[in-house]
């Protein structure tokens, strides 16, 4: 067993060989309790723990709360569930509509049955490498719920829209396939088999 | 169902108008409270084009 000094006031940059490492910057969530599940623009998954405070931007989501430590998903997909109550949320890449022994949910309503105990503590969070290449996380509350972070690859099937976002999209930038916000720093995960930590003044001058 | 492009489109939006991290982590709840009040985009699923969320974000900025 060794003992670890992780500097959260340093970037750091890391690859999938080095999950030990990103692992290491997951620490911080472990012990938090959980708040809120919200849906984002996107349909991104955010997941909200530790300490609350109101959005600082306009009245339109002024009272929207947000936590101290916030997960997205950046578009992977995802799972959350419990054994114990025998129910399932699945989102991923490439499924609309129904599907047999399930139905489809409105992002108000994944909101509303995410089914999350309040103030369940995180217990683990646990980065692992998946094909093809990306590192997907898995983080345990103590209510027995876990959230499974499974990147995908882009999109392939972009609906045939207007001219304009077919001459943007070559353009944009790639995203994480998964990030951490903390009051000490972002940490993100991908595109691909790599993380990075930016520590928060770094982070906040984006 | 969750489209990558759609959050790269806000991030880059957000990222032209110089956000804070903070800004740009709730101009996302911002644009999809936009999208629940009834105000849709022109896109088929009431998404919003590179253009709207660009305006979206002059608003936001501006509030």
């Avoid at chain 2, 169902?1 to 991030?11: F, G, P, V």
Wanted: charged letters at 25%.
């Amino acid at each position: 067993m060794t003992t670890l000094l992780v500097d959260l006031g340093q970037p750091c940059h890391g690859t999938s060989g080095d999950l030990q490492g990103l692992r290491a910057y997951l620490v911080p969530l472990i012990g938090r309790p959980f708040r809120l599940v919200r849906m984002s623009y996107g349909d991104e998954l955010t997941m909200h723990f530790g300490d609350l405070r109101l959005a600082r931007s306009p009245k339109r989501i002024a009272d929207l709360e947000y936590g101290s430590f916030i997960l997205r998903a950046r578009g992977s997909d995802w799972r959350l569930g419990s054994s114990s109550t025998r129910k399932l949320l699945v989102h991923y890449l490439g499924h609309e509509g129904s599907m047999p022994g399930g139905r489809s949910l409105t992002n108000q309503e994944v909101e509303e049955l995410q089914g999350i105990t309040p103030e369940s503590r995180v217990v683990s969070a646990s980065p692992f490498l998946m094909p093809p290449g990306r590192i997907g996380l898995e983080v345990t509350l103590s209510d027995g719920n876990v959230l499974l972070l499974l990147p995908t690859v882009d999109d392939p099937t972009q609906p045939a829209c207007d001219d304009e976002h077919a001459a943007t999209a070559a353009s944009l930038p790639q995203i994480a396939d998964w990030e951490l916000l903390s009051p000490m720093g972002k940490l993100a995960a991908g595109p691909g088999p790599s993380w990075s930590y930016e520590p928060l003044s770094r982070a906040h001058c984006g | 169902m969750a489209r990558k492009s759609d959050i790269r489109e806000l991030e880059t939006v957000a990222r032209e108008l110089g956000m804070t991290e903070d800004q740009r982590w709730e101009f996302g709840d911002y644009v999809e409270q936009t999208k629940r009040s009834g105000e849709r985009g022109s896109r088929s699923n009431g998404d919003f084009t590179y253009a709207e969320l660009q305006a979206l974000a002059q608003e936001f900025v501006g509030e």
